[in-house]
C-alpha cells in the first residue's frame, strides 16, 4: 500500500520535472536562435530620429560610426514609464562609456504611439545626461532585427552595425571582462585592418 502511494506521488513529479527542464531548454534553444540570428544581421537605423539629450531636443539622423556603440532598447512591449523611471543604470552605463573611450552609449526608445508626446516631454523634463533616441515610428520592430527577447535588448555593435556582444558589461565583473574583451578585439581590428 505504501508502495503505491510512493510511485503514485513521485511519477507525476517526475513528469513534471522533466516536463520543466524540456520547456527551460525550449526556451534557451529558442534564445539561443534569436541571439544567432541577431549575430549574423546588421542593425540599420531610421533616416531620422528625435535626439534627447540633458533637456536638448533635436531630430537626427544617425551618422557612420567611427567606434562600436552599446545600444539599451526598450521597445513598443515595454514600459515606456517604467524605462524612464529606471535609467539609473543607463546613466551608470553612460558614465562607463566616456570613462572607457573606446565606445559610445545610446538608448532608444520605441514608446507606443498613444504614449509618445507624454513620453518625449517626460525625458525632456528629466534632463538625463545621456543620448535618448525616440523611435517614434516603429522603425526597429518593423526591420525585426532586434529581437523581441528584453534579454538582448542590450547589445555592442561595431562600426559596421553588427552586434558583436549582448548584455550590459556593468551586469557583473565576468560579463564586464568579456565585453571590454570583445571591445578590444573590435577596436584592433579596426584600427589595424586585415
Do not use: Q
Not at 534564445?31 to 541577431?38: I, P, Q
Not at 539629450?53 to 526598450?74: C, F, Q, R
Amino acid at each position: 500500500m505504501k508502495r503505491m502511494f510512493f510511485k503514485a506521488k513521485i511519477i507525476p513529479m517526475l513528469w513534471l520535472t522533466m516536463l520543466l527542464m524540456l520547456v527551460g531548454c525550449n526556451g534557451r534553444l529558442a534564445l539561443m536562435k534569436d541571439a544567432f540570428r541577431f549575430y549574423s544581421s546588421e542593425v540599420s537605423f531610421p533616416e531620422k530620429m528625435l535626439r534627447i539629450e540633458n533637456g536638448d531636443t533635436a531630430t537626427v539622423s544617425m551618422s557612420k560610426l567611427n567606434k562600436p556603440l552599446l545600444i539599451h532598447y526598450y521597445g513598443p512591449e515595454d514600459c515606456s514609464d517604467c524605462a524612464l523611471n529606471h535609467m539609473r543604470d543607463n546613466i551608470r552605463l553612460a558614465r562607463y562609456s566616456k570613462e572607457n573611450g573606446f565606445f559610445d552609449f545610446i538608448v532608444i526608445i520605441a514608446p507606443p504611439l498613444e504614449e509618445r508626446i507624454d513620453i518625449i516631454e517626460k525625458a525632456t523634463e528629466m534632463s538625463l545626461p545621456l543620448c535618448l533616441y525616440v523611435d517614434s515610428m516603429h522603425f526597429f520592430p518593423s526591420e525585426g532585427v532586434i529581437p523581441s527577447n528584453s534579454s538582448l535588448h542590450t547589445f555592442l555593435i561595431d562600426t559596421k552595425n553588427t552586434p558583436i556582444f549582448v548584455g550590459s558589461p556593468l551586469a557583473n565583473e565576468a560579463t564586464k571582462n568579456r565585453f571590454e574583451k570583445r571591445l578590444r578585439e573590435s577596436v584592433f581590428i579596426v584600427s589595424f585592418p586585415g
